[in-house]
């Protein structure tokens, strides 16, 4: 079970961090601005919905083995922090570009230090169960 939990968040980081330290910089550079904003702003609910799921179902997991409890608050603040992202942030977002509000820098500076804060507790996360499965088998 544990290379299942690191698989999919293992999966969701480098998702999130080719996402935004590759391929969101190079659509800036290439693309105007207006075109590469819509261009991210399609991705992003299906990246945090695949965090969301990702993070959710380690979690579950998690619950039903004795991973410990620093796994287990990793994960939980982990699905805060991206449930704030996907129902909270990201569509506030939306309403302030729409209506061109200068609040939308505010708000997208939030979605970046959310975004940031996720994929370091999904990090904290991998390296723990890396190091439990690590223990385990020297154990056996």
Not at 64 to 83: D, M, P, Q
Request: proline share 3%; aromatic share 16%.
């Amino acid at each position: 079970m544990i290379r299942i939990m690191i698989f999919l968040l293992s999966f969701y980081f480098g998702l999130g961090a080719f996402f935004s330290f590759a391929v969101t910089p190079v659509l800036f550079k290439v693309l105007e601005k207006t075109t590469a904003g819509a261009v991210v702003e399609r991705i992003f609910p299906l990246y945090f919905g695949i965090g969301l799921g990702s993070v959710g179902a380690v979690f579950l997991m998690a619950l039903s083995s004795r991973l410990g409890k620093f796994l287990l608050t990793l994960l939980a603040v982990n699905l805060i922090v991206l449930s704030l992202e996907f129902f909270y942030i990201l569509p506030t977002i939306g309403d302030l570009k729409a209506t061109g509000s200068p609040e939308f820098s505010k708000y997208h500076l939030y979605s970046v230090i959310l975004g940031t804060v996720s994929l370091f507790f999904t990090f904290g996360a991998i390296v723990y169960l890396i190091v439990k499965r690590t223990d385990d088998r020297a154990k056996a």
